[in-house]
């Protein structure tokens, strides 16, 4: 059996949490003030979930690369495939935010988004 310690980032109250497992499978969480911190900790114990943020080059933009994020989490042994496939992508002002710029990133179904808007140069 192994136990891990996490600390809940849902919430200002950063509970410190304890899971027990034995492999794959979760026997305990305990230190959690609310159901929220016992999900996030099952999660981050059997597949981890990240936003991407990043960046994408656009043409004829104020700016030579546009900030782009995830409408949602992904698992995190996804992140260097789906960073490879951000790093293709190229757009062309202006970009409103908030823009799909790619639907289901590389079948996550997360889409790739504009985090903020971008007039034409
Ligand atoms: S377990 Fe609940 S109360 Fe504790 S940090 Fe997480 S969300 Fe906040």
Redesign the pocket.
């Known amino acids: 059996m192994i136990t891990k310690e996490l600390i ?1 980032v ?2 200002p ?3 410190r949490l304890k899971v027990e497992m034995e492999g794959k499978e979760i026997l305990s969480i305990t230190g ?3 159901p ?2 016992a999900e ?1 900790a099952a999660q981050e114990c059997v597949r981890p979930m990240r936003i991407l943020t990043s960046t994408v080059k656009i043409d004829h933009g104020t700016h030579r690369v546009l900030p782009v994020i995830t409408d949602k989490a992904i698992p995190l042994d996804l992140m260097f495939k789906a960073m490879d496939e951000v790093r293709t992508v190229r757009v062309t002002a202006p970009v409103a935010e908030g823009q799909v710029l790619v639907h289901d990133l590389i079948g996550s179904g997360a889409d790739l988004i504009a985090s903020r808007s971008m007039e034409k140069n």
Do not use: I, S
Request: charged share 10%; with cysteine; net charge positive.
């Open positions: 809940c849902n919430c109250m950063g509970c959690n003030t609310c929220r911190g996030y």
